[in-house]
Every structure is written in structure tokens, then in C-alpha cells.
């Protein structure tokens, strides 16, 4: 017998179906009881007269706990009134498993208790909504690198050598060769992808063992990172606005009833449109000036002065040509102006802070080497990556999304330990 | 300007073009010059004529070393004969950068350099081929389940407990929270998605810190692993069937040219339509016994014993029931016979072995708790788990399939390690 789904519903009115789900909420009228049923594909309100069931089956409707499994057998109505726009006339109600005292209930939780309880959280509306538009914002970002004919690439997890020192990696024993450490980024070997394949995207987790306690911060998040062969800089803001746009305009296309369970005001989305503004680093500074921001040149834009400079602006703004001093040692000089790197952080709106953080890599052999001596990096650690130039070095560019982040900011999330089925923190790894 | 990339010449028959890429190979037959560019999406055959270049362009097309980087111009032409059905006749050729002495020649080159050398030795057309249908499997993966209304459900990769004995996990010290362990399955976090969720799958990175030294084991490896609420094992065994049908017969369609490249013999492939055979642990045994097989009825299926099971048939074989006692704590026993486990293990044809391990879970509270202690598991790190039987239990199975074996099958390779950008194993974990 084909399994049939609260979304699927409007296939089956007038039809007598059977579903199976969990109780997610009940009330009572006198001789009716309205039994809310969620499947994970919808919730469907489910009305039980006395003298349709047994007995049982009516004294069941009323005893039940929430989360308690249940098969409901009964005819779909069309009823407007009710969530989903269908209600079921209920025939036949079976008890699966009882569900006694369930930790989560209609009132308030501390954030913590619902942290710990994670595994019961996620059967929330507002959980599944937010896990259903990440899952949509992954959908879109492989289609998009799919369809432009880029190759997936996933880069190692475990990496060999400490590249920028060991103060934000996690570290593991790894059998007979010492120390290995989890990755911070797949982009170094993306790199070599891309003068094997033209295209490339890694896409994984990784990892940051920063101290940092703040709502935007995670130890374990997703990232995405495409690069490019013979892309320059602008191809890679070419590149990263229309990413940004398409991600964007799928969940709004095909997620509308999540976004409305979230109360999310979807105009600021319908906004996120090419062209997006390109602005230098220099002409962000004269923002953050004009703004009273009392910002020194030369530094990093943090948290508060990117916030200050998106707020101009209604959809992403890419900030470009930063100080090299301030950004990685990969990433290529600006010609006219060698102190600048060719940089550029793409900024989200209503103050979500950088998402997408790329450049054009430093393709001459010569002053990666210097780059390298200057940074005091191990040399030796980075053979490998310099063989990519000694051997038909091209220019090329790429970029890094981070998901976490990037769901937060569509789903309109204050925090991002929603983002993610199980969030880690420095204060947290369980469940 | 628009870039023209190898794969899509036929759309610029008698146009003049330039392309950028690399030179993989090139030959010289007095006043032509034949330059092989590749680029990441196919292999061109360039033809140099003495008089239709420049005299510094003809020198550069005789003294290029292999992998340098050029750009080259002129007319496409239709040419059978060409590898790929279409040959240039060269006009301008730039070089971008050289390459002197590039280490992977045309020779053959023993296993170890060239994983010595992998950032390099990607650029050949084996490994790009390789590349290519492993991202047409993930894809097809991908889309399969999409496409059939589940869920996306990223399990965590730093886990809180050794629940199983810390001999094969990775460990790395999590801040204040002591030691924490990288993930060796999703499973446990997608059962709690499934009910939330009704149908998920997990899709990420498992570790596995085991001494084994064979050419089906990477420390590093990439595991699907869907969940379904309310199926029980037949369900799970369908879904597996349609599941690999399906990712064998798109990289069939999608993946010819890659195929012919490693020589792959096809119609192995062909045959992997369902339904598949599904024979009993009891069946197995017996078809060890009548190969002549010293197999002792209640121990798990070696690799020798897989192979000679599979070579029974021509499409994969789904072994199910086997004896609990090696089976894991966590699946549902039969209720006809409590000495088996409700478990399917799928063995892969041509001797590349179990590809998916899957099972109906054990669903009753107490059972589960009973297993727990038998098993000597901390029961205190399963509380979480347990919880999904305490509030509303529910049937529900689930698999796990392996990318790098199931890339290694379908490719027809020898050894994992190629299945995979950057292999992991026990006596490497560089570049």
C-alpha cells in the first residue's frame, strides 16, 4: 500500500486515507476532539465526533500525550480554516507508542534546555521550517555549480601540518605520522582542482577551535568553495552575485510556507537582485567615517562596521581591494597598488555580517614564495601548493560561503545555532 | 567575452576561438607541430602549421614542456579522427606560464609518487574521468533522494562520546569539554531527524581509525546515509534497490566518455536494474558451504566470503537476517527468529563487497536498554537516543552506503584510493 503524506493531500479529498505521524497538538469541545497530526511533510488537524470512532479510539483522542505515535485513518476535507487548508474526518485512530510527559511543551524554554533537548526540538514547525530551507539553500547552491558544468572537488578533512599555526585547530593523533589537524578550509586544494578540471566547487565541513562566543560563530560549520581557472577578480564578483541571487530566489520560489512559519519579511529578500554594489575598501572607510564610526585604516572591518556599511544598501555589497596586511597570504596583489590585496568580502543585509569571503590567488612562484617567508609559514608544508605554480601557473579566484551563516540570514535567525541540525560551540558538542 | 570551453566545440565549427589550458601533450612532423591543449573539460588536438603562425609562436609550440599554460587561437574544424571529433588550426598560441620538468611523465610511475604527487597527478585524464563520475554518483545520490521528498540532515562530526570503544576513533580535545571524537556514522542523529522529519539523509565525512591496511579502506571516507520513519526492513530493501539502479544508470547515461576512458566494461553495468536477488544469511551460508567455503555458520561475512557469495550473480545481492551476535546493538531482532538481527547487508558484483549495510532499529525501549547493557555501553551517552523511543517510537530503518567503494565499483578500480581528491589511510595524510 502506497504511504500517503500530509503534503500530498490534495490528491486524496473525498478519499478515506490512512497517516502516520505524532500527535503535535490536541483540543477538546464536548463531543469533539481536534487532533493535530504532523508527519514531517505538514501538520493536518484531524476531527474525532464520538460517534464516529470506538469508544476507545475517542477516549484515546483525549489521552494522549504529545509526540505520541498514532496511524489516523479517516476521509480529507477541504476545510480553508484549517492549517494546510485540509482536515480529516476521523474513523479509526490507533495508539504506535505513547509519548509520557514530553520535556518540550507549548510554553516557554530557556535556549539551553532546548539545546539539550535538541533531539526532540527539531520536531518543532519552526526547526523543521528552518531544516527544510537549508536544505533548500544546499539544493540550490549544487544546482547552481552543476548546471555552469563545475566539478565537485571534496577536499580532505584531515590535514597534514599546521599551515598558519595550531591556536584555532582542532588536532588528532593520526597513527604513526604525529599530529594531523581538521581543515579550516578546503581552498588550497581546490586550487589544485582547478588546473585539473577547469571548475571546481569543495563543498564540507570545517572546523575552527576559536574562542569565540558569539552568535554568529560555530566550531563546526559547512562551506562551500568554488574556484576558478582564468577567472580574475571581477569574475569572481561576477560570479558571486549571481550565486547569491539564485540561492535566494529558489528559497523564495520554493520555500514560501517556511519562511512564513519563520515570519520572515520576505520583501527584504525579493531585493537581492543583480547588479549588487561594488564598493572599495577605501570607499567603505569613508562610509564608516561619515557614520561617525571611529575606524582606523588599515584595519579589518568587524562585526559592527560591516553592519554599518551594509545598512546602506539593500541587497548584498561587495567590498573589494582590502590591505593586504590584513587578509591571507594566497591572495594576489593589486597591480596599480601592490599594498592592496585583490580581495573582496561579500557583506549580507540587515546586519548578517560577511558570508562570502574570496579573492584572486597569487599565481607568480616568486612572490608566493616571499609571501610565505614574510608570514613565517612553514615552506615545507606548502610545496605541494607551490607546485601548482611552478607547473602552468594561470590566474584564477574563488570564494568561500559559509552555510550557517547564509541560513541565518534568509531565515532571518538571531543566532546561528538554529542553522544546523547539531550545533557545536566551545561550550557545547552534545547530543 | 564569453569563455569557450573543449566540451563545447561543436558549437564553433569554422569559427576561430581561443582557448586556455594546458598542454598535455604534443608531437612534430617536420613543419606541423601537433599540440594537445586540455582544459579541464575535454582534450583538443591543435594543429600548428610552419607558416601560419608567428616564427616565436612555431618555436614555443616545439619547446613547450608538458602542463605548460598557453592560450590558443584559431579555426575549429570537424576531424573523426581527433580524440574528442574536432582539431584546431592554430593561428596565435601565447604562452601564459611554463613548466619545466613536470614530474608526472607518459612513463609509468610507481603508486606511491604518484600519490606523492596527487595535486599533480589529478590533471591526467584517468583521475579526471574518475573525478567526474564520482560527482555524477554524490549528484545522483543527491538527486534521488531530493527528488523523493526527503530531507537533508548534516550529522555532526565532532561527537561527545566513544560509544562504541575509542580503538577506531579519531579524538581531539574539545576546550573545556575534554576529549570529543570524529563521527563514524551519521545514523544515530538521522534516526532523530527521521522523526522529526519523516524520511532524511545524512551526507558527510566518516572517520574510521583503523590499522587496516587494504584496498577498500581510507581512514577518510564519505557515507549517505538515508532513515525513513515507519519502514521496516522490506521498505529499506526496496528503497536500497531503487537507489542503486538509479545511481548506476545515470552515470551509464551521463558518463559514457568517462567509462571508455578507464575501459570500463559497460554492460556489467547494464545489468543493474532491479529487482535484485535477496537471499538470507542461511542462503549465504550455504553457497559458501557448496563453493567448498570452510565458512562456521555465526560469524560475520569475510571479504573472500562476499566475493564468492556476489560471483552468484550479475547485479548486486541483498543478504539479510543476519545472526545478531555481529550485528550492532542498535537493530530491531526478528520477531520469528530473536537470533537474528533485521539487518541487510548489500554486496556489490565483480568482488567489490558490501557497499551498503543498512537495518530496521530496534524500537522498543526496553529491548534497546537491554542491548545497551549486554553490549557494555554507557547508557548515560544514549540517553538522547533513547528518547526517541520514550516519546512516540515508531518502525523505521535505514542504510549507509559508502561513496568511495561504490565510486571504486562503478569505476571498475583496483584500490579506493583513487576514488577520492585527496586520499586518507593509515600510512598517509599528505598533501
Redesign the interface.
Not at 387 to 394: E, H, I, P, T
Given at each position: 500500500m502506497q504511504?500517503v503524506?500530509i503534503?500530498d493531500l490534495s490528491q486524496y479529498v473525498d478519499q478515506t486515507v490512512s497517516l502516520?505521524?505524532?500527535?503535535y497538538n490536541k483540543r477538546s469541545s464536548g463531543k469533539v476532539k481536534f487532533v493535530i497530526l504532523r508527519?514531517?511533510?505538514g501538520l493536518l488537524q484531524c476531527v474525532v465526533f464520538k460517534g464516529n470512532v470506538t469508544p476507545e479510539a475517542f477516549e484515546a483522542a483525549d489521552k494522549l500525550g504529545q509526540?505520541?505515535?498514532l496511524e489516523i485513518t479517516g476521509k480529507i476535507k477541504i476545510e480553508s480554516r484549517a492549517p494546510g487548508g485540509y482536515e480529516m474526518d476521523v474513523t479509526d485512530l490507533k495508539l504506535?507508542?505513547?509519548?509520557?510527559d514530553?520535556p518540550i511543551t507549548p510554553k516557554e524554554h530557556g535556549v539551553e534546555f532546548l539545546m539539550d533537548?535538541?533531539?526532540?526540538w527539531?520536531?518543532s514547525q519552526r526547526?523543521?521550517a528552518i531544516?527544510?530551507i537549508?536544505?533548500r539553500i544546499?539544493?540550490a547552491i549544487?544546482d547552481f555549480f552543476?548546471e555552469r558544468?563545475f566539478?565537485?572537488?571534496?577536499?580532505?578533512?584531515?590535514?597534514?601540518s599546521a599551515c598558519e599555526g595550531t591556536s584555532t585547530l582542532?588536532?588528532?593523533?593520526?597513527?604513526?605520522?604525529g599530529k594531523?589537524y581538521?581543515t579550516q578550509s578546503g581552498q588550497l586544494?581546490a586550487e589544485?582542482?582547478?588546473?585539473?578540471?577547469?571548475?571546481v566547487y569543495s563543498f564540507?565541513?570545517t572546523?575552527r577551535?576559536e574562542?569565540s562566543k558569539t552568535r554568529r560563530h560555530l566550531?563546526?560549520f559547512?562551506m562551500v568553495e568554488p574556484e576558478v581557472?582564468?577567472n580574475d577578480l571581477n569574475d569572481d564578483m561576477d560570479l558571486a552575485e549571481e550565486f547569491l541571487e539564485y540561492i535566494v530566489q529558489s528559497v523564495l520560489k520554493d520555500r514560501a510556507e517556511e519562511l512564513r512559519i519563520l515570519e520572515r519579511d520576505t520583501t527584504k529578500l525579493e531585493a537581492v537582485k543583480r547588479p549588487f554594489p561594488r564598493i572599495s575598501y577605501d570607499e567603505a572607510v569613508e562610509i564608516l567615517h561619515k557614520n561617525g564610526i571611529d575606524f582606523e585604516y588599515g584595519n579589518d572591518l568587524g562585526g559592527t562596521d560591516e553592519t554599518v556599511v551594509s545598512n546602506q544598501f539593500d541587497r548584498p555589497v561587495m567590498v573589494h581591494r582590502y590591505p593586504s596586511e590584513v587578509k591571507a597570504f594566497y591572495m594576489k596583489r593589486d597591480p596599480e597598488n601592490p599594498k592592496l590585496a585583490l580581495a573582496v568580502d561579500v557583506l549580507a543585509p540587515e546586519g548578517y555580517g560577511e558570508i562570502i569571503g574570496g579573492s584572486q590567488r597569487e599565481?607568480n612562484l616568486d612572490l608566493l614564495l616571499e609571501r610565505i617567508e614574510q608570514h613565517q609559514l612553514p615552506q615545507e608544508a606548502f610545496e605541494?601548493?607551490l607546485?601548482?605554480?611552478?607547473?602552468?601557473?594561470?590566474p584564477h579566484s574563488g570564494f568561500g560561503l559559509g552555510i550557517e551563516r547564509t541560513v541565518a540570514w534568509i531565515c532571518g535567525l538571531e543566532h546561528v545555532r538554529e542553522t544546523?541540525?547539531?550545533a557545536?560551540m566551545?561550550?557545547?558538542?552534545?547530543?
Open positions: 504511504k503524506y503534503k502516520k505521524g505524532w500527535l508527519d514531517g511533510t509526540e505520541s505515535s504506535i507508542a505513547e509519548s509520557v514530553y533537548k535538541r533531539h526532540l527539531l520536531r526547526q523543521v531544516l527544510k537549508r536544505h544546499v539544493k549544487r552543476d558544468d566539478t565537485l572537488m571534496d577536499a580532505p578533512i584531515i590535514t597534514p582542532f588536532a588528532t593523533d593520526y597513527f604513526d605520522l594531523a581538521l586544494y589544485a582542482g582547478a588546473m585539473a578540471l577547469g571548475k564540507g565541513p572546523f577551535a574562542k566550531t563546526e559547512w581557472a582564468f599565481d605541494w601548493y607546485d601548482l605554480r611552478r607547473f602552468g601557473s594561470v544546523i541540525p547539531f557545536r566551545i561550550y557545547r558538542n552534545t547530543p
